[in-house]
Nanobody, 123 residues
Framework: QVQLLESGGGSVQAGKSLRLSCTVS????????LGWYRQAPGKQREYVAA???????NYADSVKGRFTISRDNAKNTVYLQMNSLKPEDTAVYYC?????????????????WGQGTQVTVSS
C-alpha cells in the first residue's frame, strides 16, 4: 500500500507563497507520475498539477503561471511551489501517484489518499 505524507500548508495572506511537500512510499518512485489535488469546503476534490516520470508537467488553468510542480526522485518527494496565492486557493491539498499519466491528470481511480495539508489564504 502506497503511503502519502503531505506537509507545508499554513495560513498566509493573498499574494504570498507556500511550498508543499509530499513524501511517497511507492517503489519504484522514479517511474511514477505524481499529482497534486485540492478540496475546498463544500466542493469536490479537484486536480491541480501533475508531473510525469520524465519531468513533463501539466496544470489546471486556475493555477497555471502561479504554481510549479517538481519532484526529487532521490527523496521520493514531490513539491508544489505556490506563488501569488489567492483566497480561492484555500483548500486541503493532497498528493497522489500512479503509473498511469491519465489517471493522475484526471484524478480518477487513484489509490488511497493521505491526510492532506491545509492551505488558507486570507484577503
Amino acid at each position: 500500500q502506497v503511503q502519502l505524507l503531505e506537509s507545508g500548508g499554513g495560513s498566509v495572506q493573498a499574494g504570498k507563497s507556500l511550498r508543499l511537500s509530499c513524501t511517497v512510499s511507492r517503489s519504484p518512485f522514479s517511474i511514477s507520475a505524481l499529482g497534486w489535488y485540492r478540496q475546498a469546503p463544500g466542493k469536490q476534490r479537484e486536480y491541480v498539477a501533475a508531473i510525469s516520470s520524465d519531468g513533463i508537467t501539466n496544470y489546471a488553468d486556475s493555477v497555471k503561471g502561479r504554481f510549479t510542480i517538481s519532484r526529487d526522485n532521490a527523496k521520493n518527494t514531490v513539491y508544489l511551489q505556490m506563488n501569488s496565492l489567492k483566497p480561492e486557493d484555500t483548500a486541503v491539498y493532497y498528493c497522489n501517484t500512479d503509473s498511469s499519466w491519465r489517471r493522475v491528470i484526471t484524478g480518477v481511480r487513484l489509490g488511497s489518499w493521505g491526510q492532506g495539508t491545509q492551505v488558507t489564504v486570507s484577503s
